[in-house]
Each structure stands twice: as structure tokens, then as C-alpha cells.
């Protein structure tokens, strides 16, 4: 895995994280493929996804503005300046056009960019986020749940412990979604903190939560592929009707997986994307 270093919107500095080796020629490989994680995510995520694309793809993943290794600046934190940020990276990188695929926000800008500029995606995959407004009570309740975080946590344990075990948001233990949040904490003078800003990233939340985006879904002109979780944040019904105003939709679901469906059951994730990448885009 080596850094790119990419000029996003404004001049923000992002880091994109290109897996495995360049490819020998152009004509060899399927097509460039970007990868957006979600909000409080970061590129490190999708190391087990991009393991198996790298091998016929040239693989990127993104590092979002105010996450990871990306710069963290006072603002903005718009769907204006996420699009631009990713739309930057496919053009610096010479990876358009590309398969994009997003998880959860990630997603969203996949989907928005891919309708504001159809030249520079020739696929997209949108795994577990939704079309529909999620609402203002949506956005207090993420308020209230930053206020329960236990920082700074003593060890990385400690983050894997609560986030899998204790975290009162969640209705069951799920160790995957520990290891989620052990891998966005850095050690400080006082212990462990997540490497971003929670203000930014509510702010950064409310910019998507309070609008619908149907119509930015019917304007994807590419091929279209909906994955959602059996116990994830998309429900079927939604996800159904996502893929019928998709112009090229199609639709897979990922039995037992919750929200975090590429990271915490990447074998079956593999079997529900793998198709609509070597079928649909190559053929």
C-alpha cells in the first residue's frame, strides 16, 4: 500500500492509499476502482475488499476530508466539498472512468458524483446507505451518543471492549464493529482518541440527513449495484426502490451483516459484488 497525495476542494490535502502493484498495461486490467468509506471511517477499512480488487483492478482508496491521514480543516464539511474532494481524486490519479464504491456517506458521494459527472464513473456500488431523509431526531440522537463515548480510552482493548460490547447504541455485540473503531483511534498524552473531530463530523452529517436524494439516484446513468446488510440500516423495502429508480439497478443483500457489511463479512461481500464487477463492467 503506498500514499498519493491528492489536492481536494479548497486545497484541502487528502491522502489516497493505492493496494497492491500499478498495472503492467491498461488493456490487462479491469476497470480503476475508488473506494469511500463512510463517515468516522477511514481508507485502511476496505484493506480486505482491496486485497482481492488490486488484483485485476487498480485499486485506491480515499481517505476522506477531516479523516485519517487526510487534512482536518475548520470546514467546509458540504456534499458540495465531498464530491468535489472525490472527483479531484479520480482526475489526479488518471483512474476515470472508474468503478466507484462507497459505504454508507461514502456512498452518497458516490452516487451524487457519479450523476454530476457520468464521464468520470463507469460503475458504482452502494453498500448500506439510504436514499430517504433520516430526519432531525436522527441527527440529535448521533449528538447524544458522541456525549456517551468514554474518552479517552486507557488501551486499544478498552475502545474494542466498548464499541463492541458496551456502546448502549448498539442492540448486540459485534466485535467487527470494535475492530471498526480501534482502527480510527490514536494514541495522545491522556490515552486513546478518534483521529477525527466529532463536531465535524456532525457537521458534516447534517448536511445529508435532513434532504432526500432520489433524484440525484435517477440521474446515475452507469451501472448501479445496491448491497445492503440483512440487519444494516437499509431496509429492503428501500433498497428495492432504490434499484428501481437506478436507470442500470441491480440489488444484492449480504445474509447475517449488519451496517459494516464490507468489513465484518468480507467473504460474503466479495460473492455479492464480484459478479456485478466481472459480469456487468467487463462482461
Given at each position: 500500500m503506498r500514499r498519493i497525495d491528492v489536492i481536494g476542494a479548497g486545497g484541502t490535502g487528502l491522502a489516497a492509499w493505492e493496494f497492491g502493484e500499478p498495472p503492467k498495461t491498461q488493456e490487462a486490467e479491469g476497470p480503476g476502482v475508488l473506494l469511500l468509506h463512510g463517515l468516522m471511517g477511514r481508507a485502511t477499512h476496505w484493506a480486505g475488499t482491496a486485497a482481492w480488487l488490486a488484483e485485476r483492478h487498480r485499486t485506491v482508496a480515499l481517505d476522506q476530508r477531516g479523516h485519517g491521514d487526510s487534512d482536518k480543516p475548520a470546514g467546509p464539511y458540504t456534499r458540495e466539498a465531498y464530491v468535489e474532494d472525490a472527483e479531484a481524486a479520480l482526475v489526479q490519479l488518471g483512474l476515470a472512468p472508474a468503478v466507484l464504491v462507497g459505504h454508507s456517506m461514502g456512498a452518497l458521494?458516490?452516487?451524487?458524483?457519479?450523476?454530476?459527472?457520468?464521464?468520470?464513473?463507469?460503475?458504482?456500488?452502494?453498500?448500506d446507505m439510504r436514499a430517504s431523509a433520516l430526519g432531525a431526531a436522527s441527527q440529535r440522537e448521533w449528538t447524544d451518543w458522541f456525549r456517551t463515548w468514554p474518552v479517552p480510552f486507557a488501551t486499544l482493548d478498552d475502545v474494542r471492549r466498548w464499541f463492541g460490547e458496551d456502546d448502549p447504541w448498539v442492540e448486540r455485540p459485534d466485535p467487527a464493529?470494535?475492530?471498526?473503531?480501534?482502527?480510527?483511534?490514536?494514541?495522545?498524552?491522556?490515552?486513546?482518541?478518534?483521529?477525527?473531530?466529532?463536531?465535524?463530523?456532525?457537521?458534516?452529517?447534517?448536511?445529508w440527513v435532513t434532504d432526500a436524494h432520489w433524484e440525484e439516484l435517477a440521474q446515475v446513468q452507469c451501472p448501479a449495484l445496491v448491497v445492503r446488510g440483512l440487519d444494516g440500516e437499509l431496509g429492503r423495502a428501500e433498497a428495492q426502490e432504490m434499484v428501481r429508480v437506478l436507470p442500470h439497478g441491480a440489488y444484492a443483500e449480504v445474509p447475517d451483516a449488519g451496517h459494516l457489511v464490507h468489513y465484518g463479512h468480507p467473504t460474503a461481500w466479495r460473492t455479492a459484488i464480484e459478479p456485478f464487477l466481472h459480469g456487468a463492467l467487463i462482461g
Open positions: 458521494t458516490a452516487w451524487q458524483l457519479a450523476a454530476r459527472r457520468p464521464d468520470l464513473v463507469r460503475g458504482l456500488i452502494i453498500c464493529r470494535g475492530a471498526f473503531y480501534a482502527e480510527v483511534m490514536a494514541r495522545s498524552e491522556d490515552g486513546w482518541r478518534p483521529v477525527f473531530d466529532p463536531a465535524q463530523m456532525l457537521t458534516s452529517r447534517a448536511t
